[in-house]
C-alpha cells in the first residue's frame, strides 16, 4: 500500500525551529518528486516547497524561501522541511505529497497531516 | 505567479443536481491542471489531473475540461458523499499554485 506519514509537527514559540519528516512506503520514492502543502486553520491548501526525486531540484513559495528547507534521504525514503524563523502565520496542518515528476507535479498521494503551531 | 481564480466560492446544491466549478488562471497554459477534493479534517483526494483525465477510483460522475485560461470541474449528478470543498490546482510553472477552493454544500 502507497502510504506517507508525517511527523515532528507541535508547538514552538515565534522565531523558533522545527523539522518536518515524512516517511514514504509502497512506492519507488526516488522517482517521484515530493512536495510539502500547508493548510491554515479554516483556510485553503498552499503549496510550500518541491523536490525532485533525485534531490537535485527544489522550489519554494516565496512566503518561505530564505526560511524554510526541504530536502529527501532516498536511502531512508523520507522527505524533510526544516523550518526556521516560524512566524505566527505558519501555523497550519503540513501535508506531505507524491507527485509524478517534477514537470507533471499532480498530487496523488498525501499524508493526513503534521500541526504546526507557531505561538508564544 | 500564476493566480487561480475558482467560482463561485460557495455552492448550494441537491443530490441529484448537476454542478459545474470553474477555475480561472492568470496565464494561458495547456492542459496541466488538477482537480481535488477535500473533506474536513481530511487530505485533500486527486480527483483529476491533465485537465480532463480521471484518477483511477475516482467515480465517472466525475468530470473535467479546459484549456487554455478556464477549466471546469463538473459533477452530473451529486451524490451525499460528494458534499465537501474542491481545489483546483496548476502545475504548469512553480510556484505551484491553487484556487481559493469551492464549498459544495447541502440545499
Known amino acids: 500500500e502507497v502510504q506517507l506519514m508525517e511527523s515532528g509537527g507541535r508547538l514552538v514559540q515565534p522565531g523558533g525551529s522545527l523539522r518536518l519528516s515524512c516517511a514514504a512506503s509502497g512506492f519507488s520514492f526516488s522517482n517521484h518528486v515530493m512536495s510539502w502543502v500547508r493548510q491554515a486553520p479554516g483556510k485553503g491548501l498552499e503549496w510550500v516547497s518541491g523536490?525532485?526525486?533525485?534531490?537535485?531540484?527544489?522550489y519554494s513559495a516565496d512566503s518561505v524561501k530564505g526560511r524554510f528547507t526541504i530536502s529527501r534521504d532516498n536511502s531512508k525514503n523520507t522527505l524533510y522541511l526544516q523550518m526556521d524563523s516560524l512566524r505566527a502565520e505558519d501555523t497550519a496542518v503540513y501535508y506531505c505529497?507524491?507527485?509524478?515528476?517534477?514537470?507533471?507535479?499532480?498530487?496523488?498521494?498525501w499524508g493526513t497531516g503534521t500541526t504546526v503551531t507557531v505561538s508564544s | 505567479d500564476i493566480q487561480m481564480t475558482q467560482s463561485p466560492s460557495t455552492l448550494s446544491a441537491s443530490v441529484g443536481d448537476r454542478v459545474t466549478i470553474t477555475c480561472r488562471a492568470s496565464?494561458?497554459?495547456?492542459?496541466?491542471v488538477a482537480w481535488y477534493q477535500q473533506k474536513p479534517g481530511k487530505a485533500p483526494k486527486l480527483l483529476i489531473y491533465?485537465?480532463?483525465t480521471l484518477e483511477s477510483g475516482v467515480p465517472s460522475r466525475f468530470s473535467g475540461s479546459g484549456s487554455g485560461t478556464e477549466f471546469t470541474l463538473t459533477i452530473s449528478s451529486l451524490q451525499p458523499d460528494d458534499f465537501a470543498t474542491y481545489y483546483c490546482q496548476q502545475y504548469f510553472s512553480y510556484p505551484i499554485t491553487f484556487g481559493q477552493g469551492t464549498r459544495l454544500e447541502i440545499k
Open positions: 496565464q494561458s497554459f495547456s492542459s496541466w
Open positions: 523536490v525532485s526525486g533525485s534531490g537535485a531540484t527544489t
Open positions: 491533465k485537465a480532463s
Open positions: 505529497a507524491k507527485g509524478l515528476n517534477w514537470g507533471s507535479n499532480y498530487m496523488d498521494v
